[in-house]
């Protein structure tokens, strides 16, 4: 795909560092939920600085969203996107990704790795097929948890929270584990869904190994 400039149509927080941003959708734009794209600023110094970032807009909507987390330390690209505001302009360079959805399954998160799960669900919400997937969404505190309220809807009592940095009522405190995956894998769960930090990736692929979890099973994709 060559590179398409597009128009931000809003820009805005949706926690206290992930930015929700909906972009102009440029004709015959293809995308399959679960997929990325590389994007980069159209600003002076910015235009070769490429990052992927998850659609969560739905392919048949006419715009496109991205949900990012932003790392002011790094100083690089999502540091930069907290300065731009409506009209200003993104570049993106092309669509990918690891992550699509076969059957029903296990979902897990950590951070911003929820991204593609969240175009995941709200695809099958649309289609009233959400079923009996599950989302185990490990985050620091609470108020890291990305569109909590739109994700409880779309799941209930199959929305799982763990809390690391921060012990709450209600959630679970502490990381994900063997015997957490364990109690919350059943029947229905013949896929395993992972994205998120590699450290994170790497406990959960050695606890599903622990687990006998067939690797042709497991979709995954490091942030
Ligand atoms: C397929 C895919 C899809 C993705 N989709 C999303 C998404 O939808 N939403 C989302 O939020 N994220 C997503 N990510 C992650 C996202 O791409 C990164 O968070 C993003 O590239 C960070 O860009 P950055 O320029 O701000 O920082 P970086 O590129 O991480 O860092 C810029 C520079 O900062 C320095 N640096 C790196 N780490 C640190 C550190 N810990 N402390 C200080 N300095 C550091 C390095 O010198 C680095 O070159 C996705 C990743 C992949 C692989």
Redesign the pocket.
Known sequence: MKKQHVIIKSIRHITHDVLQIDVEKPKQFRFVPGQ?TEISIDKEGWQN?K????F?SLPHEDYLQ??????P???????ELLKLKKNDELILHGVF?AIAYRKEGLFIAGG?GV?PFIAILRYLRSKNKIGGNKLIFANRTKDDIILKSEINKLLGRNFINILSDEKVRGYSHGFITEGCLKANMTEVHKNIYVCGPPPMMDAIEKFLANLHVDKKTIVK???
Request: charged share 20%; aromatic share 16%; glycine share 8%.
């Open positions: 990325a600085e990052r992927p970032f998850t969560t991205f949900i990012i987390k932003t790392y330390s790094h100083k690089g690209v999502t540091n990704g911003a991204t994709e490091a942030f």
